[in-house]
């Protein structure tokens, strides 16, 4: 049990550092590769960024649950 959690831990963890890295800062980041720049100027936010946002808040959300699930059962 303590196995898997670790490797959700590990691929989670991996996975918020580069949706993290896709999302657009101050210079445009790496999202306006797929697309997300010709949209988001148009319509001020494109599908693309919707997305990618939902999709980092579930990573994000697995990844606090795979830390908690740890703490509690690396607790003596």
Same mark, same amino acid.
């Not at 800062?25 to 720049?37: A, D, E, K, T, Y």
């Given at each position: 049990?303590? =196995? =898997?959690?670790?490797? #959700?831990?590990?691929?989670?963890?991996?996975?918020? +550092? @580069? =949706?993290?890295?896709?999302? /657009?800062? /101050?210079?445009? #980041?790496? &999202?306006?590769?797929?697309?997300? &720049?010709?949209? &988001?100027?148009?319509? #001020?936010?494109? @599908? @693309?960024?919707?997305? =990618?946002?939902?999709?980092?808040?579930?990573?994000?959300? +697995?990844?606090?649950?795979?830390?908690? @699930?740890?703490?509690?059962?690396?607790?003596?």
């Amino acid at each position: 049990m303590k =196995l =898997l959690f670790e490797i #959700g831990l590990i691929v989670s963890s991996i996975a918020l +550092i @580069v =949706l993290v890295l896709f999302h /657009r800062g /101050r210079g445009g #980041g790496l &999202s306006s590769m797929f697309g997300g &720049s010709m949209t &988001s100027q148009l319509s #001020g936010s494109s @599908v @693309v960024e919707k997305n =990618l946002n939902y999709v980092t808040v579930v990573c994000a959300i +697995i990844w606090v649950g795979c830390i908690v @699930v740890l703490g509690l059962l690396y607790r003596p």
